[in-house]
């Protein structure tokens, strides 16, 4: 007999009939998951990981086995929001048929609801390949974390004659068949104009507040880094802070010998 959880999850379609923005945000473990899936209608599992998680320069280095464990991680920590997974650099560039095989694995094996891969005109066929194979694909244009080499660092596009490069991936990647498309630091007028022209969602990320979603990845919206955020990035919490203060009040209680007591030792009385 079926488990019945009394809880539907979002799917890519549901996700396109929303009244509201799309909420979304990146996450790479069951606790964090467990903790945004009320809240969120799309939870990513970014190649991003490869930066928050592991210290990577870039997200050039992460694998198809470590977004599949990190995705499997999310997918049993949530109930409610669609999972994604992006598809790593170098796991579906060099034809259709790997994206394919790529995307089926990483969707076997962890539940996904979709899978998110980079780049506009020259990805135009791939995502094709996908949807018409039963994968859903949200695209993803402007900045190209994956591309940033190419794009000579992480920095703002849509300038001059990219602004017509990226209308074109944006169209691109809808007659495609994906079914949204994350814009990611790119010029507000033209992220509006994308937003205002495309049948399907865009979910910005930097870009504007026209979008129909926005995404941000989950540890900057906390405030769990000290260091460099970028601007689109708001705070809405300072959880750095507040894991320092923890971990040195922790430190203290440990070289005064007040941690442990009695009430975390079994075998005493409480009150020793």
């Known amino acids: 007999m079926s488990k019945h959880t009394g809880t539907r999850r979002h799917t890519p379609r549901s996700l396109g009939m929303l009244d509201t923005p799309i909420v979304s945000l990146t996450a790479y473990t069951t606790p964090m998951a467990r903790l945004m899936d009320p809240h969120c209608d799309l939870l990513l599992v970014g190649d991003s990981l490869g930066m928050v998680v592991y210290g990577m320069d870039s997200t050039l280095g992460v694998t198809t086995e470590m977004m599949i464990a990190h995705g499997q ?89 990219e602004a017509e490069q990226i209308m074109q991936d944006a169209q691109a990647v809808t007659d ?51 260091d460099f955020t970028p601007r689109f990035v708001k705070r809405f919490g300072n959880l750095a802070e507040q894991v ?12 005064q010998r007040q941690f442990p007591s009695a009430e975390q030792c079994v075998g005493l009385p409480k009150g020793k």
Request: charged share 15%.
């Open 244 to 255: 320092d203060k923890a971990v040195a009040d922790y430190a203290h209680a440990v070289r």
């Open 73 to 161: 991680a999310v997918v049993r920590g949530s109930q409610n929001a669609c999972v994604a997974i992006d598809l790593p650099f170098g796991s579906y560039q060099q034809s259709p048929q790997q994206a394919f095989q790529t995307a089926a694995e990483v969707m076997a094996r962890t539940g996904a609801g979709c899978v998110k891969l980079e780049g506009g005109v020259e990805m135009a066929e791939t995502i094709q390949f996908l949807t018409q194979r039963g994968i859903p694909v949200i695209g993803h244009i402007g900045l190209k974390p994956q591309a940033v080499h190419t794009h000579g660092g992480f920095r703002t596009v849509g300038r001059g004659e």
């Open 176 to 226: 495609a068949g994906a079914f949204a498309v994350v814009i990611e630091s790119t010029l507000e007028p033209l992220a509006r104009a994308i937003t205002e022209k495309l049948p399907i969602p865009t979910i910005g990320i930097g870009a504007s507040p026209a979008c129909g979603g926005q995404v941000l990845v989950g540890e900057d919206m906390l405030g769990l880094f000290t």
